[in-house]
């Protein structure tokens, strides 16, 4: 057969911009960026705490600055896009049955919307009240 | 056609990583949005009770024997989760030699949760 | 009837190595499917043009082309439901063979791979019209594996897999979807046979769930559901490997 040289022409490094669909992946693959921020801010607050009162109040002042609130507003925004995304994945990865009947997927998927919720309210009864 | 003969070496280490990966997913996903409001966007704008997490409040908080388990599901499971994420986007990106990115990448998530693991530890042991 | 334009991408070895987009005019009604159109360009325009087909039902898979960017069944799409301007090309991350006709010699490799076949332990003994031994199977044992044995093998998930594109050894949702529909079969002994093949780089572990392949699927297979419920399969595959050492 008579092959065309490029037989196996690797996609370019742009290919996720050329559908909506690849570009939505890519926003869901991105969702991580902000997180990993916010995941050194908590553990920059685990070591200041460790330091002592001083340090911690250093890094309640540093959390205040626009940039890291902006940051974090974006991590926020980026966990609920990643749940969203996420939590419809989890019935076609592990479709659950509950004796012979299957799990209807949507039940799957609100379920983990009230895990969200009790997460919610767990953190207002920790550090929500007076 | 004949194709070159396809490696048959087993992926032994990626079910691992498939399920830090997943099991930091659910944590991201479940108990990420509440973290981050509450400690990125609400305690920053003095949204909190003033009392809500002095030092003194966080620190016999934080640094008990339940707080391990948080730790590990508030932050080294979210940074596997992120670390898989970043190397498949490498690859998505043709960035990189996957073999390097891949120890880089989870290497790095498991030194960060070793220190973080290790801050609770020691402020528990003091 | 309307008049409605096609441009599509021609390439034709023998005569020029480069490929080139060619525009067509054909008539359609509500009625006309993209195959139809392309009939259409083969008998009144230009009988140069190369594509496949066969059934015109959406159940020989053989006229995959990508539409705008988007890998569907010529049969299955009607103009009607297709954007004015219409760019027509041979499937995505295979190679093109001629016009709209691509090698498709890569996923049969693949296919061939996770052995896609019922396998029995026991061997199979001559037939015995006085005393058959049917493969009994309850209908909750059919349910499991029915949804993934839809797949009429038209390739179209691959062109919608860029994990394909960037890597054409990964085996693919199509292989990957078949190989999971005889592990779920009650019928088949196979699967310790088939997961080393999974359990590689290049089977389910380059799957990152794009989920596109399930989007395009003609027959609304799931192709992405069944590779990663392989991942948990080669998980399972990978534990027990680990134990017996």
Redesign the interface.
């Known amino acids: 057969m008579n092959r065309p040289p490029d037989a196996f022409p690797r996609l370019p490094r742009s290919w996720w911009l050329k559908h909506r669909y690849f570009k939505a992946y890519m926003l869901r693959e991105a969702t991580v960026l902000p997180l990993i921020f916010f995941l050194l801010c908590l553990m920059g607050g685990l070591w200041a705490l460790y330091r002592g009162e001083e340090a911690w109040a250093a890094w309640l002042v540093f959390m205040r600055s626009p940039l890291v609130v902006a940051l974090n507003l974006l991590a926020l925004a980026a966990s609920l896009y990643h749940a969203a995304t996420f939590f419809v994945l989890f019935p076609r990865v592990m479709p659950l049955r509950l004796g012979r009947r299957a799990i209807a997927p949507q039940a799957i998927v609100a379920g983990q919307w009230v895990g969200v919720m009790i997460i919610g309210l767990l953190f207002f009864w920790l550090f929500g009240r007076t | 056609m004949s194709q070159p003969r396809p490696s048959s070496r087993q992926a032994f280490d990626e079910p691992l990583w498939w399920l830090l990966f997943s099991a930091g997913g659910v944590c991201f996903a479940v108990l990420l949005p509440a973290t981050i409001l509450f400690f990125g966007v609400l305690a920053p704008l003095g949204l909190l009770p003033s009392n809500a997490i002095t030092a003194e409040r966080m620190t016999a908080l934080v640094f008990s024997l339940p707080d391990l388990a948080a730790i590990g599901a508030l932050i080294c499971l979210p940074l596997f989760h992120a670390a898989h994420r970043c190397r498949h986007g490498l690859l998505d990106l043709r960035l990189g030699n996957d073999g390097i990115n891949k120890w880089f990448m989870y290497g790095l998530a498991a030194l960060l949760s070793f220190a973080a693991l290790s801050l609770v530890a020691l402020g528990l042991w003091r | 009837m309307t008049h409605r334009a096609l441009s599509i991408r021609r390439?034709l070895?023998?005569q020029d190595?480069a490929s080139y987009w060619q525009r067509y005019e054909v008539p359609a009604d509500d009625s006309t499917s993209l195959l139809d159109a392309l009939h259409y360009v083969k008998e009144e325009l230009d009988s140069t043009l190369s594509y496949r087909w066969s059934c015109r039902m959406a159940i020989c898979g053989s006229c995959g082309v990508m539409v705008n960017?988007?890998p569907r069944l010529g049969c299955k799409t009607f103009l009607r439901d297709l954007p004015h301007e219409l760019r027509i090309e041979p499937l995505a991350?295979f190679?093109?063979?001629r016009d709209l006709i691509v090698?498709m010699?890569?996923f049969l490799?693949h296919l061939a791979?996770v052995k896609p076949y019922l396998i029995e332990d026991a061997a199979v003994g001559t037939f015995d019209p006085a005393a058959p031994t049917p493969h009994r199977q309850t209908p909750?044992q059919l349910a499991r594996y029915r949804q993934f044995a839809n797949c009429i093998n038209c390739g179209l998930c691959y062109s919608a897999c860029?994990q394909f594109?960037?890597n054409?050894?990964f085996l693919g949702p199509g292989a990957l979807a078949l190989a999971h529909r005889y592990n779920l079969d009650s019928r088949d002994s196979g699967k310790q046979a088939r997961m080393?093949?999974l359990?590689?780089?290049?089977?389910v572990?380059s799957c990152?769930?794009?989920?596109?392949c399930s989007?395009v699927c003609p027959k609304h297979v799931?192709p992405?559901?069944a590779v990663?419920?392989g991942?948990?399969e080669?998980?399972k595959h990978?534990?027990i490997?680990?134990f017996k050492g």
């Open positions: 390439y070895p023998d190595q960017g988007i991350h190679p093109v063979a090698d010699d890569v490799d791979a909750a860029p594109g960037l054409p050894e080393p093949v359990n590689r780089h290049e089977g572990w990152t769930f794009v989920g596109f989007q799931d992405a559901a990663n419920q991942k948990v080669a998980a990978t534990l490997a680990l």
